[in-house]
């Protein structure tokens, strides 16, 4: 499932961001591509702004559409009726565009193995601090155990209905399956999973995509 339903109020295009070109083709449509380079993957659904469920379907012909819904978990919510009957079902931003398949595979392998909900994450680089409202420092987070968590993110599909059953009020899907008592297995992430989100990631993402494919100089010149 792909939800790409999202304003990109972030980016800032005047276009829903999975629309947003990205050398030449919709981030959408690269998404999907890298869906399918991974080669895991039986359906597709996407979730996309209403008024975009037509130009969608003309546009990815061999993929479900579903209407998203203002909160990411809603769009997932709607995508979610149309899996079918699906076991193992992975949930990937659009905007996570260049994900390697190798994270797929990933995820994947550690779902078939057991898991009921995998997530693919990067430890933290940066120091982290928590600070109150007016820009103090609290304190200094240990960043020991912390990971960034990434998609696409992995499930049994029972264990994914049962999220869902829920409340919808969290950022991510495994934090809905932790809050349905599910235990949440970590894979490793990838740095080109990144997600778009705002100008710079854009600009990012075009430099890698140009640099990958041949288009670009891969030092930027
Ligand atoms: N109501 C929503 C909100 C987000 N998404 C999708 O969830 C993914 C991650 O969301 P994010 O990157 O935050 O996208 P936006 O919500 O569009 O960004 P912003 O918060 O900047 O508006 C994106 O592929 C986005 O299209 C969605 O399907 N439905
Ligand atoms: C799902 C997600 O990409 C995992 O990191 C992230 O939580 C989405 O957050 P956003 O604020 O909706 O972009």
Known sequence: MIP????????????PKAFVELGGRTILERCVEGVGAAGLV????????????????ALLPDVRVVVGGAER???????LTEIGDADVVLVHDAARTLTPPAVFGRVVDAVRAGAPAVVPALPVADTLKRVDDGGRVISTVDRGPLRAVQTPQGFAVEALRAA??????ATDDAGLAELAGYPVQVVAG???????????DLRLAELLLGAMTGTLPTNGG
């Open 73 to 79: 978990s809603h769009s997932v919510r709607a995508a």
């Open 4 to 15: 790409a339903a999202g304003s990109g109020t972030r980016l800032g295009a005047g276009t």
């Open 42 to 57: 039986d359906v597709v659904v996407v979730a996309v702004p209403e008024e975009l469920v037509d130009h969608t379907a």
């Open 190 to 200: 990838d740095a080109l999973a990144f997600k778009i989100t705002t100008a710079f």
């Open 164 to 169: 869902y059953r829920g409340s919808t009020v």
